[in-house]
Nanobody, 115 residues
Framework: QVQLVESGGGLVHPGGSLRLSCEASGTNFRFTSMGWYRQAPGKERELVAV???????RYADSVLGRFTISRDNYKNMVFLQMNSLKPEDTAVYYC?????????WGQGTQVTVSS
């Protein structure tokens, strides 16, 4: 059974940085894509960043230039380096992976940006 586990969330002041990690287990294949979504209270879940096998990356306009996604394909891990964090980045961040026609989601990690 494929499982995704996120880590690295927490409380940070505006302008600060966090690095999220997501590790997949229970799979013997490489995911086609891995990425990050987030959901703030009262809002729909939205794409933050995604990385496709081959290295193509896509970012939400709101995080472009501040967030960087990277992958370790051998370990089936994906990371999100978040810099210059803003209060509006506060949300639960979810890891998502796609492989063999299936989407897999992690449980989420809370990121709170507040002074």
């Amino acid at each position: 059974q494929v499982q995704l586990v996120e880590s690295g969330g927490g409380l940070v002041h505006p302008g600060g940085s966090l690095r999220l990690s997501c590790e997949a287990s229970g799979t013997n294949f490489r995911f086609t894509s891995m990425g990050w979504y987030r959901q703030a209270p009262g809002k729909e879940r939205e794409l933050v960043a995604v990385m496709i096998s081959g290295g193509n990356k896509r970012y939400a306009d709101s995080v472009l230039g501040r967030f960087t996604i990277s992958r370790d394909n051998y370990k089936n891990m994906v990371f999100l380096q978040m810099n210059s964090l803003k209060p509006e980045d506060t949300a639960v961040y979810y890891c998502k992976a796609n492989g063999r026609g299936h989407d897999y989601w992690g449980q989420g990690t809370q990121v709170t940006v507040s002074s």
